[in-house]
């Protein structure tokens, strides 16, 4: 199973999304799990926010590697998950692409237990802010990685 995570720059909270559950799916022995991240501003090769790298630096992951990437389409077709950050995101891949996996959620579905929930809200950028935005966005993404994990699991 592949799952593409989205967000606008592919910068900030994408990669840290995306390197979270390669952790997690890891730890739970869903080693089948394949996890891309992408941004629908196409911007290519600049690393992850250096708050975004320390963040995640707290917790034993390294995403001092990381660069970022637009979304082509080959990325959709190859996946079989979606997960957005906001709805303009996924609103942009359906503007943008005629196909691509029907499993498509914003990451906060998975917020309040391993059940994506249509009325979830957007996870708001920290691009530009200091890492204290960025340590509160990723006390957002542990729990909706968890269960989503958990979802996949089953």
Not at 51 to 71: V, Y
Request: charged content about 25%; hydrophobic content about 40%; overall charge negative.
């Amino acid at each position: 199973m592949r799952i593409l995570v989205v967000c606008s720059g592919n910068i900030c909270r994408s990669p840290m999304v995306a390197e979270y559950l390669r952790h997690r799916a890891a730890a739970s022995g869903l080693d089948q799990l394949l996890v891309d991240s992408a941004g629908t501003l196409g911007i290519e090769d600049q690393p992850a926010a250096p708050e975004a790298i320390e963040t995640l630096r707290e917790i034993g992951l390294d995403l001092s590697g990381h660069r970022s990437k637009g979304i082509a389409e080959t990325d959709l077709l190859s996946s079989d998950v979606v997960l957005g950050m906001e709805p303009a995101h996924l609103e942009s891949l359906d503007a943008r692409f005629d196909r691509g996996p029907s499993a498509r959620w914003l990451l906060r579905a998975f917020e309040s237990g391993p059940r994506p929930d249509s009325g979830a809200p957007e996870l708001r950028d920290p691009i530009g802010e200091p890492v204290a935005a960025y340590r509160e966005c990723f006390r957002i993404i542990r729990p909706c990685v968890d269960h989503l994990v958990q979802y996949l699991a089953r």
